[in-house]
């Protein structure tokens, strides 16, 4: 166990819908990174935030955003969503804001499943 | 950007020793990790190397030649719980001064008895 939470764990939903997914990161950790990943893609890189700040932005599309609150909770929201949504979201988190020392650890991930 | 390269699959017989490489283009170099994924799990990390050479963690050792561009993870004494997938990937510096890792597909390791 990590110590990153992420709700849910499934989620099933149809094209076009809103979805939102939660992680927590580890005690004093500060950066939250999201990923996705699917069969024929790999793991990529979608966003991170470090201290309630975005800090580095990768392949997210426009209809994803994403926030970290005071608490640093994370939040990534998903929209008008299209059936090649449907991957593993994994969130990981580090202690700093991800240079040369910083290690990430992963969450259990949300598996998304648009119908 | 990076380019990471693993093979695909790997088979091994347990109590042997596997080595699975991992080559990488890259234009800017910060370090390289190795991640282990069991099927529908989050990545768990098992090392980090920044310099060249060997790093060893137990049953787990990892080794880097920057010249060559160029890593393995080498596993000892495998265990049916080491099938996985292994995935080597490759720190390279965002806008902001974040060193994101770009990771490869992944070599899925499968160990029979």
């Known amino acids: 166990d990590s110590g990153v939470t992420q709700t849910p764990k499934h989620l099933i939903t149809a094209t076009g819908q809103r979805v939102t997914l939660r992680c927590s990161p580890r005690?004093?950790?500060?950066?939250v990174y999201w990923y996705q990943q699917s069969l024929d893609q790999g793991l990529q890189f979608l966003i991170q935030?470090?201290?309630?700040?975005?800090?580095a932005k990768g392949n997210i599309l426009e209809r994803f955003s994403a926030q970290q609150f005071p608490d640093l909770h994370s939040e990534l929201n998903l929209s008008s969503l299209e059936l090649g949504d449907s991957a593993l979201y994994f969130c990981?988190?580090?202690?700093?804001?991800?240079?040369?020392?910083?290690?990430?650890?992963f969450g259990p991930g949300t598996r998304l499943t648009v119908l | 950007g990076q380019n990471i390269d693993q093979p695909t699959e790997m088979t091994a017989t347990e109590g042997a020793i596997v080595q699975i490489n991992c080559t990488y283009q890259?234009?800017?170099?910060?370090?390289l990790f190795w991640y282990q994924q069991h099927a529908g799990e989050a990545p768990t990390f098992l090392s980090y190397?920044?310099?060249?050479g060997l790093e060893e963690k137990g049953r787990f050792s990892s080794f880097l030649s920057r010249s060559k561009g160029y890593s393995y993870l080498l596993l000892k004494e495998l265990q049916m719980k080491d099938s996985a997938s292994y995935l080597c990937?490759?720190?390279?510096?965002?806008?902001?001064?974040?060193?994101?890792?770009?990771f490869g597909r992944g070599t899925s390791l499968i160990v029979h008895p």
């Open positions: 935030y470090y201290n309630g700040e975005e800090r």
């Open positions: 190397n920044v310099l060249d």
């Open positions: 990981a988190s580090s202690v700093a804001s991800g240079g040369l020392t910083d290690t990430q650890y």
């Open positions: 990937a490759v720190r390279d510096p965002q806008r902001g001064g974040s060193y994101i890792p770009t």
């Open positions: 890259t234009s800017g170099f910060n370090g």
């Open positions: 005690s004093g950790d500060l950066s």
